[in-house]
């Protein structure tokens, strides 16, 4: 397999006259990263003699910290007008997703109480048709909209319908293959459901 088939997310920085400085491409949306220093670094300020420079990142572990940086500004730009209005935030996780960990830290994981964190996806969406909330909102394929085309069970690699059948019926009611890899991820998302360690000075 060639070096650059590998790659699949990308950026493209741009330069020059007509396009300001610290725009940059990634995966399909023109993102302003001139006020983000740290990821302006990382990525770079030189442009090449065409008006920009591409980079090509890993398709889950270059999108990832990237994709991350979107739910971490909008909780802080809630918590500033929480702040400001002495408000407590209200964070939209549900039971399947909490329990995998499919949030980012201290982004939509990153609030005061969740509402609706004990029901299941089913059970958000039956709520939802209780409120009369429209019908392509409710059957809309989740996304966490963290780039062009990612859908949630994709990324998961499971459904969350597979997902619930586990939680409220145990390993033995899913495949031995989907048994693990929930359990993985949970085991893996742990640090996200408990507060930072410390260490013990007795």
């Not at 019926?169 to 899913?174: E, L, R, Y």
């Amino acid at each position: 397999m060639a070096e650059e088939d590998q790659f699949l997310g990308e950026i493209r920085l741009f330069g020059g006259v007509n396009v300001p400085t610290g725009w940059a491409f990634c995966n399909g949306q023109l993102l302003d990263i001139s006020e983000n220093s740290a990821l302006y670094s990382l990525i770079g300020t030189t442009y090449g003699g065409d008006g920009f420079r591409t980079f090509a990142l890993p398709d889950l572990r270059g999108r990832v910290p990237l994709a991350n940086i979107k739910p971490r500004l909008r909780m802080s730009t809630l918590y500033f007008f929480a702040n400001t209005l002495n408000y407590l935030v209200a964070g939209t996780g549900n039971r399947s997703e909490l329990s995998i960990g499919y949030f980012s830290k201290y982004g939509d994981g990153g609030c005061d109480l969740l509402p609706i964190g004990q029901l299941a996806k089913s059970e958000v969406r039956a709520m939802a048709r209780e409120l009369n909330i429209p019908p392509a909102i409710i059957e809309r394929t989740p996304s966490a909209g963290l780039w062009l085309g990612q859908t949630d069970e994709e990324e998961m690699g499971f459904t969350y319908a597979d997902l619930e059948q586990y939680l409220d019926d145990g390993a033995q009611a899913v495949s031995p293959a989907l048994a693990m890899r929930i359990e993985r991820l949970m085991r893996l998302s742990e640090h996200k459901r408990q507060l930072p360690p410390t260490p013990d000075i007795d």
